[in-house]
């Protein structure tokens, strides 16, 4: 459908406001197509990431969020609205507090895991399973208790396993996200080899072209973190 090809394309250019207006006008039309909605619930969530106030990135959000239940009960066999569907829970869940959070991270992921096994060759659903992992295993003490209060046994999440998934999404699609690169680094850092990791941060540093907030904030704490292990 040449006007999901032109939406994707939007989405990369960090066009987002153009294709929320592209994909709201095709769904007046086809209400129940997966393939619309998996791509609202991208776009509402890479939105609420650029908002600056908390309600309008709540509401954007939930408005994703509800996007991407739909996709998913459309259609339950395409890796990218398992994708979706697994990041706009956990952005929900994250809304309401780390309780909250912590009970549904084992939904969150096996969504991510199933993203990967349909997808097996997309850098984006690869990259989102790194993410999970990494964000279990860089909770602080108090953060990774509650977890364990509420699971007989805790999802589970290493440095180890997140980097192979960022560098599996990196050979994928090589320069695809700043933001992997950078976790990459963190990554390296967190296992202490600090000469990988400082490749991978030069490499962020020199980004060009920057086409949106996650590359500028991108860019930036790369350019820290090379202050702070030269």
Request: overall charge negative; hydrophobic content about 40%.
């Amino acid at each position: 459908m040449e006007e999901l090809n032109h939406s994707d394309y939007l989405f990369d250019q960090n066009r987002l406001e153009e294709d929320i207006s592209l994909l709201n006008d095709l769904r007046k039309s086809d209400k129940n197509n997966a393939q619309i909605l998996w791509r609202l619930a991208r776009t509402y969530y890479q939105l609420s990431k650029d908002s600056q106030m908390k309600s309008k990135r709540s509401e954007l959000i939930n408005t994703g969020f509800e996007c991407a239940k739909q996709a998913l009960a459309l259609d339950d066999n395409c890796g990218f609205t398992h994708c979706w569907y697994a990041v706009l829970f956990d952005a929900v869940s994250d809304l309401r507090g780390i309780k909250e959070r912590a009970s549904n991270l084992k939904d969150v992921k096996r969504h991510m895991i199933k993203a990967v096994e349909l997808n097996p060759n997309d850098a984006i659903c690869r990259h989102v399973l790194g993410m999970l992992t990494y964000s279990i295993a860089d909770l602080n003490w108090f953060k990774r208790k509650i977890l364990e209060n509420a699971f007989d046994k805790p999802p589970e999440g290493s440095y180890e396993e997140a980097l192979e998934h960022f560098l599996i999404a990196e050979e994928i699609e090589p320069n695809f996200y700043s933001v992997n690169k950078l976790l990459i680094a963190k990554c390296y850092i967190a296992l202490k080899d600090y000469k990988s990791a400082k490749e991978y941060l030069k490499k962020v540093a020199a980004l060009v072209p920057i086409k949106s907030e996650d590359d500028i904030n991108s860019v930036e704490e790369a350019k820290y973190l090379l202050t702070k292990y030269k």
